[in-house]
């Protein structure tokens, strides 16, 4: 009698995908690909370019679309156009780009246009150090743009997560309607590590209602839906106030209050399941480190030697930077004597902190273009103990 029917290679190796040594930029770029990213526009900037030269060559293979752009500026149009045409957009660049695209940002969240941007920071301002590493974006990724407005903000620690940030960052712009970014690091960007290009996490995809205003709805907290041109529609989008179907109402202040009001309660209205933090050995911590992005990954490393040398510390990593994770910084001050927050800048999220706990915190930048060693970091504490 036969035994039960095998499953063939293919399928076994769709189920547990066989791990891969990979630079995180290309992990990106593989991330987007799964997501379901079928247009890319971009203009090269170091140090983010790896991910824009494995997608041009990747995305013609699949039929899907390439723009190498005269630059950031134009690079951010496209991407907006194309996914008004029905593409999942996505571009990649370091801070003098993401600088140069914050008026089109704001043309996006107004609009309610999902798309994904990279952000893979560098150490600034202006050119910088255009191959060094830094983490002075974070401020920039909420206000750069003028007006009120709260895209969605991904910090990722390491090659995976710069693959599964990705494509959440296009699951959740897809799912809101908004910009949203993957705010990395050269030394994530840079870095290569083992990691699994894992093919069972669920893709969103656009919701469409033929006829339907496509740019509001009774219920704020539900996203409307998003036809594409060419789709039969009455479609207007303008970067003016407008109402429900696209109508620009420029001299309506009940119209432009609606239209803020219901595109922030959109995304704060889901906080929530939006906002990621991840807690290290905080159950008995006196002193805790509050990090994100690649400083994290030394912060829980100095957090083991600070525990050796019996000094009770802790780690909250922000895996979210916008929204920001102000109830959990909130209740950790409330069981911490103090906290600690470096930063590959001078204290752009430790002014938050402060804003939202009431414990003593303790801001240590550094900007010299290097990463926060683990032994660094240790010190930082051991003073503030």
């Not at 990213?37 to 390439?66: C, H, K, N, Q, W």
């Not at 008026?103 to 798309?115: C, K, L, M, R, S």
């Not at 952000?119 to 150090?129: E, L, N, S, W």
């Not at 009120?148 to 960052?169: F, H, M, N, R």
Request: aromatic fraction near 6%; charged fraction near 25%; hydrophobic fraction near 40%.
């Amino acid at each position: 009698m036969a035994g039960p029917k095998k499953k063939n290679d293919q399928e076994t190796k769709a189920e547990a995908p066989a791990p891969r040594y990979m630079l995180g930029n290309h992990a990106a770029a593989e991330g987007a690909l799964y997501a379901g990213v079928d247009f890319y526009a971009g203009y090269p900037i170091t140090p983010s370019s790896e991910i824009m030269e494995f997608l041009a060559a990747e995305l013609p293979r699949r039929g899907s679309v390439f723009v190498q752009m005269e630059d950031e500026i134009g690079s951010i149009s496209a991407v907006i156009g194309a996914s008004w045409a029905g593409a999942k957009a996505i571009t990649a660049t370091s801070g003098p780009g993401f600088s140069l695209m914050q008026e089109a940002i704001g043309y996006a969240w107004f609009t309610e246009t999902p798309i994904v941007i990279i952000d893979v920071q560098r150490a600034g301002p202006c050119t910088g150090q255009a191959t060094r590493v830094g983490g002075g974006d974070v401020m920039q990724a909420r206000y750069g743009s003028h007006g009120d407005l709260c895209p969605v903000a991904l910090s990722p620690w390491s090659v995976q997560e710069l693959y599964d940030c990705t494509i959440k960052a296009v699951n959740l712009s897809e799912r809101l309607r908004v910009p949203a970014f993957v705010l990395t690091e050269e030394a994530v960007g840079h870095l290569r590590e083992s990691i699994t290009l894992h093919r069972n996490i669920p893709i969103e995809r656009r919701r469409k209602d033929p006829g339907k205003p496509p740019f509001g709805s009774d219920d704020p907290l539900v996203t409307p839906p998003m036809p594409a041109f060419g789709e039969g529609e009455r479609l207007l989008v303008t970067g003016s106030t407008h109402d429900e179907m696209g109508f620009r109402r420029v001299d309506h202040p009940k119209v432009h209050e609606k239209l803020v009001g219901r595109l922030l309660a959109k995304v704060m209205g889901r906080r929530d399941e939006i906002v990621e933090v991840e807690r290290h050995l905080l159950d008995d911590a006196e002193i805790a480190i509050v990090a994100y992005g690649f400083t994290a990954r030394c912060a829980l490393a100095s957090v083991r030697r600070l525990r050796a040398d019996g000094i009770k510390a802790g780690l909250l990593r922000l895996k979210t930077l916008w929204p920001f994770a102000d109830r959990e910084i909130s209740d950790l001050g409330k069981t911490v004597k103090r906290i600690v927050v470096p930063e590959m800048n001078q204290g752009q999220v430790a002014g938050l902190v402060r804003q939202h706990t009431p414990c003593d915190v303790l801001a240590r930048g550094q900007t010299n273009g290097e990463v926060i060693s683990p032994r660094t970091l240790a010190a930082w504490v051991k003073e503030a103990s």
